[in-house]
């Protein structure tokens, strides 16, 4: 897989074998010092529930939603969906990261209001991330007292 040279004296050469890596460190291009296997554990994709699911957004506002796994090994790609429908990078008002993480609403409009799902897949699993969605006039929340 590859060799990295350690201060000039040493050699790091790593080698891919049934079940892990085999890593090697030689001290001139024949003698092995050490030899240690590596394996490399994978981890599907997880999400901690503390953001809000539930988004109340002001008409002509912006907002943004988060979807950044709290672990995922490999690191996992994330798909956002809006009402069942796939969303692009670039739709009409709305913006996701190159990363995929964050999907940003601007000049929020009321067929902005909906289901906003993302979905966190790696080689392992994936787990999915609601948004319930909701679009609002300044004025249909405010309430009178007299």
């Not at 429908?85 to 902005?112: H, K, M, P, V, W």
Request: aromatic share 12%.
């Amino acid at each position: 897989m590859g060799t990295i040279l350690l201060k000039e004296l040493f050699t790091f050469h790593l080698h891919s074998s049934e079940g892990g890596v085999d890593a090697f460190i030689f001290l001139d291009n024949s003698t092995v010092l050490f030899k240690f296997d590596v394996f490399l554990q994978t981890v599907p994709p997880t999400f901690n529930d503390d953001s809000p699911r539930n988004v109340s957004v002001v008409l002509d506002d912006v907002t943004e939603l988060e979807c950044a796994p709290k672990l995922s090994v490999p690191l996992a790609t994330i798909t956002w969906y809006k009402n069942g429908r796939r969303l692009q990078r670039y739709e009409t008002n709305s913006f996701i990261s190159s990363d995929g993480t964050r999907l940003q609403i601007r000049n929020a409009q009321l067929q902005d209001t909906g289901v906003y799902t993302c979905v966190a897949r790696n080689l392992v699993g994936n787990s999915t991330k609601i948004f319930n969605i909701e679009i609002y006039s300044k004025l249909s929340k405010i309430s009178y007292v007299f």
